[in-house]
């Protein structure tokens, strides 16, 4: 098993910036790959960029390119996502994910097995 805490959420106007870290615990030792997912009300959870274990293999949604950076450090068992140029499109629950499989299977929320509780992420305009 492993738990995955989400931090750093919060308000900020469009055009700015906020870093989101996980940290995770438990069976730490296996090679997950971690991802990162939101969920606007009223719409299906969305994916976001994701990191193989060995940080080699990076992937985001087309809308965060060039905004948005995903890095992990194994050693702290964190990753982040430093969200800039914020908009307010972007205001959703923030998740995340591991999965056991290191990305073999794909970035769809079906392939990632232990999730987080969320943080809002608020982008006011």
């Known amino acids: 098993q492993v738990q995955l805490v989400e931090s750093g959420g919060g308000l900020v106007q469009a055009g700015g910036s906020l870093r989101l870290s996980c940290a995770a615990s438990?069976?730490?030792?296996?090679?997950?790959?971690m991802g990162w997912f939101r969920q606007a009300p009223g719409k299906e959870r969305q994916f976001v960029a994701a990191?193989?274990?060995?940080?080699?293999?990076?992937y985001y949604v087309d809308s965060v390119k060039g905004r948005f950076t995903i890095s992990r450090d194994n050693a702290k068992n964190t990753v982040d996502l430093q969200m800039n140029s914020l908009k307010p499109d972007d205001t959703a629950v923030y998740f995340c994910?591991?999965?056991?499989?290191?990305?073999?299977?794909?970035?769809?929320?079906?392939?990632?097995?232990?999730w987080g509780q969320g943080t809002q992420v608020t982008v006011s305009s």
């Open positions: 990191i193989s274990w060995s940080g080699g293999n990076i």
């Open positions: 994910a591991a999965d056991i499989n290191d990305l073999a299977y794909g970035t769809t929320a079906s392939q990632f097995h232990y």
């Open positions: 438990g069976r730490t030792s296996s090679r997950y790959a």
